[in-house]
């Protein structure tokens, strides 16, 4: 929890910058400025000012006033004089709010940043043959690295076909295999019998179509990549900030 003084120079400090580069810092600073207007009006006690006015008059006059920063106008000015509260103050914090939203937000340009590679730490990015993803390349055998697996017991199961296999931007035979596997368990497909319970058959059957579907689909985007195949570079491994 900031301070009053710290919310002052957190806002002040934004305005010499002369610029945000997110939405979300802008809003911060907005919320300074409306949170320091708020704590300084209600912590004002006009009661306490010796005024010429009737507590009914003050209880008007202070529901006059706006609990927004940003539509303090005139008008609010020459009740908060009425009432003795900080005019001054309440001034200084509207310049300062509005100096504040006048500010552009600047995307920041982001810049690379230089990465230290061990002797066996991947230094580039392949694509799978197989699931298509992105995965580091080993630098020992160029082969993509293990992935497509889950842990349970602290132990792999499973995973992805192309794992330990060239990438996709350096050879094709592991894709072309896989075509082929996908095209016999097309074929191997095979209607579902009906059992005589309407809601499980339809469920079999719409299994089965939506099975024969994808699998056509998954063809089709693996024969297509395989037609514009051409040796590619390696992506490298960047981190930016």
């Known amino acids: 929890m900031l301070t009053t003084e710290q919310k002052y120079i957190k806002v002040n400090q ?15 600073m907005t919320e300074h400025t409306q949170r320091l207007y708020y704590d300084l009006v209600s912590q004002s006690n006009p009661y306490n000012n010796s005024l010429p ?6 209880r008007e006059l202070k529901f006059e006033l706006t609990h927004d920063l940003r539509f303090v106008k005139e008008k609010h000015y020459k009740i908060l004089a009425q009432l003795k509260m900080p005019v001054e103050k309440v001034a200084e914090l509207k310049s300062l709010d509005d100096k504040i939203r006048s500010m552009p937000v600047v995307k920041k340009e982001k810049q690379k940043v230089e990465i230290k ?33 889950t842990v349970a017991w602290n132990s792999f199961n499973g995973e992805c076909q192309g794992s ?7 050879d ?7 075509i082929l596997e996908l095209d016999d368990h097309l ?12 809601r499980k058959d339809e469920i079999a059957v719409w299994n089965y179509e ?17 037609n514009e195949w051409k040796v590619k570079p390696l ?3 960047e981190k930016w900030a």
């Not at 094709?172 to 896989?178: A, D, L, M, P």
């Not at 074929?187 to 309407?198: A, K, R, S």
């Not at 939506?210 to 395989?226: D, F, G, N, P, V």
Request: glycine residues 8%.
């Open 14 to 28: 934004a305005i010499e910058a002369g610029e945000f580069y997110t939405k979300t810092s802008k809003k911060e």
């Open 53 to 58: 006015l009737s507590k009914e008059e003050i």
């Open 117 to 149: 590679f061990t002797e066996r730490q991947a230094t580039h990015l392949g694509t799978c043959q197989v699931c298509g993803c992105m995965h580091k390349v080993s630098k020992e055998d160029g082969t993509i690295a293990k992935h497509g697996y």
């Open 164 to 170: 330990h296999h060239l990438p996709f931007e350096q």
């Open 172 to 178: 094709k035979k592991v894709k072309k295999t896989y």
């Open 187 to 198: 074929e191997g497909l095979e209607v579902p019998e009906t059992t005589g319970n309407l």
């Open 210 to 226: 939506s099975t024969k579907r994808h699998l056509a689909r998954l063809i089709e985007w693996h024969c297509k990549l395989m």
């Open 235 to 237: 992506k490298p491994i």
